[in-house]
């Protein structure tokens, strides 16, 4: 009886190692990513991707935070999601470096310290940066004439109104506003600013262009889709006081070594994907309300990723 | 009696109220902000003057006396306001969409919710005026809303906003709400598991109850969020230590962290309530028990757990419906479930994203609620 038991366990446990730890081969790759716009369009077009090119996927994008992707990439719950190189500096503790502030740099920067600490890869990026910036209604704009952040700087010094909506993050902490503002030479006082909790762009851009408690400027990002909608436009940052955010397809080693076709699958098409791209892509997401997975299908067809 | 007219007289006072507000939001995009529009302007005035005699005919049959009849009457009359408001909002939202811009959307406004609820509180009144008849109380009851799940599902309302969010997300839809009942009924299940045999514990050990109530109490003090976080560190160092258990699923994020939350948030109610199930039953019981020769087991299996089993399952119950609530934060911590849609939608900045997760979740919470009613009350013995 007792050796029957015996018997009985070990094949369950043979088994289960046979079927859960040596499967080998085809294993599918787990694809996830943010939970936001740009997060589900850009893990629709690596999901379309690979599986026009023959490699199983598993859908779990939109998975959750940046820590908490992160955290399932690291674990091995996700094996491919799209991330931004500035966010190198936030996860390897470099955020007074200036090699974020530079595309190339920076990327080349991540890509080593990811592979050395955690065994992840960095493809090719997408030349389109999601940084934070500043966005304010096109009307202020166009009035005051204010397209750089020179100009803007110009327009606070000379006593022109102006209410700043950011999250507690883009306020304080010193890569943001403080680093617009010593580059640019603005200060922006307590009752000019309106403090949020969360980074919510979609939140800070509708204050603004709603002029909710007189907003009239808004935190937003680069790449997001509602801005033009909202009728806002971004200010550029000629002095480049930002650290680049460039989304590119981060991989676990193990995974590309069994499918290394995966980085010339992805290349040519985030090289596709700048700025103002993206922008139009993220916006019949937002704002049209299009599935991300059709505006992401239409993009490879008409460009001839996809048959 | 005058408890119960005042039920329907606020019912239908506050669905006299809901006349005043909005009742469609007309948007540019599904992320501008909003133009309301007041009832007539959503419906027209001839829908508009008939959903307001309507509330007039349920405020005068509440201030009326009289007993079957008026209660019926407030209950066919609500039905019918709240059939006729869902039909008109899907028109009015068609004729709307077609003079707008592209990408415009039409979003049902606070009116036609407030208006939503006014309704139930009329037909609660009229159900407890209706007395022991249950077919009529089944049929003022659902044939309300049974005929919007008609108007819903017959495509008849697929110009509103939230059902335009739903259509190109019907997998993902599906999916997710499927992985939510997965989250709480699993964990409610391992809850129960646990629970009983730890109330049991507590009732028959006066050593172990003081520490399994510190326990189960001090965990439910705990943030939800905060606790799915807190979970994170420790099963993550766990699954690179042991990676056998990577294998099995165990990992720092996803389903692992939010089945071990929602147990452990489950576990008071159902403790409890075997714990007062047990200790409430009459001592005279237990000795008629002994007294016919039953042995301690058969007494607990045949006399004390049958009677304490009604409120076991109402522990259940509650348990359940915390679950439902709480799994919405799972989505968070890339366990998904229908909380995936609210924080979308809160990312988006799209309220009608929120409304579609949110609007599921509500109803779940009622469908299990109902449910758990019914076998709480088959469970419970006759002449209790």
Known sequence: MRKSITFAIAAIVALTVLFTGCAGGGEPVTIGSKIDTEGALLSQMIILMLTDNDIEVVDKSQFGPTPIVREAIISGEIDLYPEYTGNGAFFFDEADSDVWKNARQGYERVKQLDMEANNIVWLTPAPANNTWAIAIPRTLSEQEGIQTLDDFASYVNGGGYVKLIGSEEFVNSAAALPAFQEAYGFTLSGDQLLTVSGGNTALTEKAAAEGTGGVNAAMAYGTDGALSALGLVVLDDPRGAQPVYEPAPIVRAEVLEQYPEIETILEPVFLSLDKETLQALNARIAVEGQDAGNVAREYLTSNGFLE | ?384
């Open chain 2, 1 to 384: 009696m005058v408890g119960r007219d005042s039920v329907a007289i606020t019912g239908s006072a506050i669905g006299v109220f809901s006349l005043f507000l909005g009742w469609l939001t007309v948007k540019s995009s599904r992320v501008a902000a909003g133009e309301s529009l007041s009832l007539p302007e959503s419906y027209g005035w001839a829908a508009a003057t008939a959903i307001i005699f309507l509330w007039l005919v349920c405020l005068a049959l509440s201030l009326a006396a009289g007993g079957k009849w008026r209660s019926a009457g407030l209950g066919i009359t609500a039905n019918i306001i709240l059939f006729l408001s869902f039909f008109w909002a899907g028109l009015a939202a068609g004729s709307i969409l077609e003079t707008e811009p592209e990408f415009s959307r039409v979003s049902l406004s606070a009116g036609i919710w407030v208006n939503f609820f006014a309704v139930y509180v009329v037909i609660f009144a009229s159900r407890q005026g209706l007395g022991d008849s249950s077919l009529w109380r089944n049929i003022v009851s659902w044939a309300g809303l049974a005929s919007v799940g008609g108007l819903l599902f017959g495509g008849w309302l697929h110009d509103i906003s939230v059902i335009q969010e739903f259509m190109g997300r019907e997998g993902r839809f599906q999916q997710e709400l499927l992985q939510h009942i997965f989250l709480f009924g699993g964990s409610v299940a391992l809850a129960t598991v646990i629970g009983v045999p730890l109330g049991i514990w507590a009732v028959k050990n006066i050593h172990v109850e003081k520490p399994i109530f510190y326990f189960a109490n001090i965990t439910q003090t705990i943030p939800s969020l905060a606790l799915f976080g807190l979970l994170i560190a420790p099963l993550s160092v766990l699954s690179f230590s042991f990676p056998i258990l990577r294998q099995f699923g165990v990992r720092g994020v996803g389903v692992t962290p939010a089945m071990i939350a929602l147990v452990i948030y489950s576990l008071l109610p159902i403790i409890r309530n075997t714990y007062v199930g047990l200790r409430q039953l009459d001592p005279g019981v237990i000795d008629a028990g002994l007294g016919m020769g039953m042995n301690r087991m058969q007494v607990f299996r045949r006399v004390e757990m049958p009677l304490a089993a009604p409120l076991v399952l109402e522990g259940v119950r509650t348990a359940s419906v915390q679950a439902i609530g709480l799994a919405t934060v799972a989505a968070l911590i890339g366990a998904g479930g229908l909380g995936w849609f609210v924080f979308q939608g809160l990312g988006q900045a799209a309220a009608d994203l929120i409304v579609l997760g949110a609007i599921p979740i509500i109803i779940l919470a009622v469908a299990i609620d109902a449910l758990m009613r019914l076998a709480v009350r088959a469970a419970t013995p006759r002449g209790l």
